[in-house]
């Protein structure tokens, strides 16, 4: 049976996989589910962000494993978030009534009770009365590891190797091979309670009363609008940019401080493609960048807790040989993540291959570098100052930075055609040098300034002569060359050139006209630099936001609020974006991204400025 497939004889039964787009999130700061705009529970990891998934359809309808719950009649569906909050609504809409199925992850409670990892879904009837149904069939290490159920009271409980969950419900369940299903039919003002919880050494079985779920749907609005309330934005684009604020929130990895790229592995970046990745794992560069946007609001808890990530797991080599740096951390700081094939997963909407682990760990990609030492730098600025160890690694990290910056890399984008000489790399480069001679100059540290200043002078004069074409009249993609990449949007915002210099103005002219579709902008083309893999993808969507900021920086702020107006409209119905968006506008990629959210949070920062 399919993932979408609730019974082959209700009318209206939906398809076997919902776009990416047509998801929420929920989450405890572990670990994360999509829920689908159907009901379903469609992505689920227990009991980290990167562990095996426990319910994975939207990567597999048949094999993946689901937790499905739905009216069972005809309906409409609407899906929402209660306001300031990531407590997940989906509204069912039916000729006899309306109810609604209340989606949550208490991030309450003890050690004991994280260690849960509570899944609870109220179903109410708001309004005449619906009849429901549900099934809830996991399928253990992304459905390889065999498991049983049985009934131990008014539990259901899955038990596998390693794994065990328990489903309580306030209305009767009853097991079905290897799943557990219960079929009931609520009236108005009535509400029936499904909690999934991990068991197994100190945690039993427990059963979740109504009461109990009331409370704890209290208590959760009250954490995330608590915490939502330290926000110090109050500009135009609150709504958007809160959402961005809490979706960021909801993939920091609390017992570590860790904050991964994306929550979820292989959705595809084109349908079909071969551009599948597990986003699960800390990217040195997309946390920094994360910092950096948190901070802008006034959240200095989460930038400290991932300074705390990199003190305690991120202890940069000093072989001299190698990149001081790994690209990307599990979220526990381990640094292996071979990746490998999961072959008998077909991939959302047959696009495979599935992956999990991550080979691009082992790339060289010089800009981390410049973006951990810029979210360092203004952390010591904003949030509070760093300490001697600190400085003595970002020393370590500037004096690697001094030596090397000059050979070719694999990028930021992570292109497997070999290494090249790209611009972003050698800019961010730079841009570590010189916030770093900005730190030592304001707290008098020390410093080899005189080396320092010398290299960062090199790197300048290096990217003004080899990184610009006088053929394109644009700065480019890698030395010496005329292909043109977004990437180059980041030298005005890191400080590098005058935002109104006529180079760059020439260049924002060049990538207006090659790379952006209707204020969407694509990376780069696949076609003129080839990127060592096959297939399209969309317009990428931290891109689009770069070029909000750049021509805001430019001057240009009538475009640059259409352009973000634009972008706002191609979020999904709950304001959260996906990597990508393809030519038809749909969401690509892995959902919800870090990267995509944190830039849609700086573009409005300055885009609020600018109007004043």
């Not at 160890?389 to 930075?401: F, T």
């Not at 984008?413 to 480069?429: A, D, I, P, Q, V």
Request: glycine share 8%; proline share 5%.
């Amino acid at each position: 049976m399919g993932a979408r497939v609730i019974d082959q004889d209700v009318p209206g039964a939906g398809p076997r996989y919902l776009p990416i787009a047509e998801h929420g999130l929920i989450g405890d700061l572990r670990t994360v589910a999509l829920v689908g705009t159907d009901g379903t529970i469609d992505w689920y990891c227990c009991p980290a962000f990167d562990a095996p998934s426990v319910f994975a359809s939207i990567l597999d309808a048949d094999r993946g494993g689901c937790f499905e719950l739905a009216a069972t009649v005809p309906a409409k569906t609407k899906q929402f978030y209660f306001p300031d909050t990531n407590v997940l609504i989906t509204r069912f809409f039916t000729e006899d009534g309306v109810g609604e199925v209340q989606d949550f992850m208490p991030v309450n409670g003890g050690k004991v009770e994280a260690e849960r990892h509570r899944l609870i879904r109220r179903v109410v009837c708001v309004r005449g009365s619906i009849p429901f149904r549900t099934r809830v069939a996991p399928r253990f290490d992304y459905g390889t590891r065999p498991h049983t159920v049985r009934m131990s009271g008014e539990a259901a409980v899955f038990a596998s190797d390693g794994l065990s969950l328990a489903l309580t419900a306030t209305v009767p369940l009853a097991a079905e091979g290897l799943d557990a299903r219960a079929d009931f039919k609520l009236s108005e003002g009535e509400t029936a309670v499904f909690a999934l919880d991990q068991v197994g050494g100190d945690l039993e079985p427990r059963r979740c009363a109504k009461l109990e779920a009331e409370e704890q749907f209290g208590t959760t609005v009250a954490y995330w609008r608590r915490w939502l309330s330290a926000s110090k934005y109050r500009g135009r684009w609150r709504e958007m940019v809160h959402r961005s604020a809490l979706t960021l929130k909801l993939l920091t990895y609390a017992p570590t401080g860790a904050i991964v790229a994306a929550p979820t592995t292989s959705l595809p970046e084109q349908l079909g493609g071969e551009r599948n990745w597990d986003y699960r794992y800390v990217w040195v560069r997309d946390a920094a960048f994360c910092v950096y946007a948190l901070l802008r609001l006034g959240f200095t808890d989460e930038a400290e807790a991932f300074m705390k990530f990199l003190t305690q797991h991120v202890s940069p080599s000093t072989d001299g040989h190698s990149a001081p740096l790994q690209i990307m951390y599990g979220i526990d700081g381990r640094t292996d993540l071979t990746e490998r094939e999961l072959d008998h997963f077909e991939g959302h909407h047959g696009s495979a291959p599935v992956r999990v682990g991550n080979a691009a760990a082992d790339q060289l990609q010089l800009d981390i570098h410049g973006a951990l030492i810029d979210s360092i730098y203004l952390y010591d600025k904003w949030a509070k100052p760093i300490s001697s160890d600190q400085w003595d690694d970002v020393c370590a990290l500037v004096e690697w930075v001094c030596e090397h910056w000059n050979q070719p890399d694999e990028g930021i984008w992570e292109t497997r055609g070999g290494r090249k000489n790209f611009l972003y790399s050698r800019l961010m480069c730079w841009v570590a040098i010189e916030r770093a001679i900005r730190m030592a100059n304001r707290r008098g540290l020390p410093a080899d300034l005189p080396r320092w200043r010398e290299s960062r002078d090199a790197i300048y004069r290096r990217i003004m002569t080899h990184g610009w074409s006088e053929a394109r009249q644009a700065f480019v993609q890698h030395e010496d060359d005329d292909v043109l990449d977004a990437a180059v949007l980041m030298m005005p915002l890191t400080k590098f050139i005058a935002p109104t210099d006529p180079k760059w103005l020439s260049t924002l002219d060049a990538l207006t006209n090659e790379l952006v579709s209707d204020s969407l902008v694509y990376r780069y083309d696949p076609t003129a630099s080839p990127d060592g893999l096959r297939g399209d993808e969309g317009t990428f969507s931290i891109c689009s936001f770069w070029y909000v900021e750049a021509m805001v920086h430019a001057g240009r702020i009538d475009e640059a609020r259409l352009a973000f107006e634009k972008m706002l409209t191609y979020a999904n119905h709950l304001g959260l974006y996906a990597e990508e968006i393809s030519h038809t506008g749909e969401q690509q990629g892995n959902f919800p991204q870090a990267f995509t959210h944190l830039a849609l949070i700086s573009a409005a920062f300055n885009l609020d400025k600018a109007l004043g």
